[in-house]
């Protein structure tokens, strides 16, 4: 009995045909229409399945196959539908509709499990939309206060709380906070959005650690001058300060001995912004990734020192602001090993490694033994209408994913 790769490639064509646009990409904000009606065609497929379906407060879908033994904590499993603009229809969905083709499989064969299964569907995982990512999972998690969740708004002032309207039956805030005790373990299927599988060809990834990421505003701030009246020497230009602060920041996360270390600057504003004016104020962004606390910790304090070291050169003011900061989250050894020997049992090459993208995983697995199994992503390309994986390699994501949930559920033998 193995699950049907056919299937599950019916329901992905079906949900790509949603939210899709002119050059062939995915537009499905969290709780647009075109989320909503993805969301309805997976809980189509969940009442098909006869799981029995819960929305919860922040809209996260939860369909539950109970398990022979009801108290049981549950085996958790997937991911999200929301999409980034013009984005691909691997990322996310692939994590929702392998688990149902794997519970589909369980259904026909009559096969019974120890454990409840529950597919999980989280809200907003892409910050696209309300500035804030892997929402559902956060406030799952309890990391994340459902009121301040509310709160948040996207660029037409609508908040979070108003778009949830669009899904009609929710559960209670006070039960949006998953019970640890009420959960066995959690795993997420998902591409690797990175070419390290392709170019080993190796067709599974096992995740053994998702990288930290941290976010900075930098003001720098000088004085505004005539372009024409103010001699070089009688300057204080906060852009040519920035523009040496970028290059050492690009500098340090190059020359950084891990290897790893990423830093970008994405985002850059100048004020007032005019051709004959020597800028006022500058304010940029900067992401800072890592899978290690050691490296991140390291990083931050040598961007922080060269920032201030540019600054004073200059005689620019500058002020650096932490917007948000997630330490690496090491996933557990016990879910890595059952993944490994799911691909051992099925003689299937597996690579340990690490995820540079956060994912919902981050957060459940603040809940719960948690774990990431990721298939390649041809070319490395993803957040692209260019985002795919050949059906061949997603057939065997699906084989490992069932034999995961086989073992981790715990088949009862008949
Ligand atoms: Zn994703």
């Known amino acids: 009995m193995r699950p049907s790769i056919d299937r599950l490639k019916r329901d992905m064509e079906e949900l790509s045909l949603i939210g899709r646009n002119d050059e062939g990409g995915i537009d499905r904000a969290a709780l647009s229409p075109a989320n909503v009606e993805a969301r309805s065609m997976v809980m189509g497929i969940m009442d098909e399945l006869g799981l029995s379906i819960m929305v919860d407060a922040v809209g996260n879908i939860r369909g539950r196959k109970p398990g022979r033994n009801p108290s049981a904590p549950a085996v958790m499993t997937g991911s999200h539908l929301d999409s980034v603009p013009n984005g691909g229809n691997f990322d996310g969905p692939l994590g929702v509709l392998t688990p149902l083709e794997a519970l589909r499989t369980m259904k026909d064969a009559g096969i019974e499990m120890e454990h409840p299964i529950e597919v999980v569907v989280f809200t907003g995982e892409e910050g696209s939309r309300f500035g804030k990512g892997t929402l559902g999972s956060s406030v799952m998690s309890g990391g994340l206060d459902i009121e301040e969740a509310y ?26 906070v998953l019970e640890s005790e009420a959960v066995k373990s959690f795993v997420e299927l998902h591409i690797e ?29 000088g004085r505004a001058d005539h372009a024409g009246a103010t001699p070089m020497n009688m300057r204080l230009d906060p852009l040519v300060a920035a523009a040496e602060m970028i290059l050492a920041i690009n500098r340090i996360a190059r020359e950084d001995a891990s290897g790893t270390l990423v830093a970008t600057v994405g985002k850059l504003t100048v004020q007032p912004g005019a051709f004959n004016v020597v800028p006022a104020e500058v304010v940029f962004g900067i992401d800072v990734r890592d899978p290690s606390r050691e490296v991140m910790g390291r990083a931050i304090n040598e961007i922080k020192a060269a920032i201030n070291r540019i600054a004073s050169a200059h005689g620019v003011k500058v002020e650096v602001e932490e917007l948000e900061k997630v330490m690496p989250t090491p996933l557990s050894p016990t879910i ?11 003689g299937i090459k597996a690579m340990r490694m690490y995820s540079g993208a956060i994912h919902d995983t981050s957060h459940m697995a603040e809940v719960t033994q948690a774990g990431m199994v990721f298939v390649p992503s041809a070319g490395g390309k993803s957040h692209s209408p260019l985002e795919f994986t050949p059906w061949e390699k997603i057939a065997v994501g699906l084989d490992v994913l069932f034999d995961v949930l086989l073992t981790l559920a715990g088949q009862v033998s008949r």
Do not use: N, Y
């Open 336 to 346: 890595i090993e059952t993944i490994a020997g799911s691909c051992d049992k099925l």
């Open 151 to 176: 709160k948040l708004v996207d660029a037409q002032g609508i908040t979070l709380q108003k778009a949830l309207d669009a899904v009609e039956v929710r559960g209670k805030p006070q039960d949006v």
């Open 193 to 221: 959005q990175g070419a390290k599988l392709e170019e080993a060809g190796i067709p599974i990834g096992i995740v053994e650690v998702i990288s930290g990421l941290a976010c900075f505003r930098v003001t720098a701030t």
